[in-house]
C-alpha cells in the first residue's frame, strides 16, 4: 500500500522498529501495522494513494 503524508513534519516509527522522518507530500509504501501509523490514518495525514 502507498501512503502521501499530509500533515507537520514528524518522525513515525515503522512496525519493524525504524524511524521514519515524515514531511509534506512524502511518500510511504508500507502495509499499516504500527500503530502509530494507524493514528496518522485515522486523524486523515496519511492518505492512500494506490
Not at 21 to 26: I, R
Amino acid at each position: 500500500m502507498k501512503y502521501q503524508y499530509l500533515g507537520p513534519q514528524t518522525v513515525a516509527e515503522l512496525a519493524d522498529g525504524k524511524r521514519v522522518l515524515l514531511f509534506k507530500g512524502s511518500v510511504l509504501l508500507v502495509q499499516i501495522l504500527s500503530a502509530q501509523l494507524k493514528a496518522l490514518v485515522e486523524k486523515g495525514l496519511l492518505k492512500e494513494i494506490a
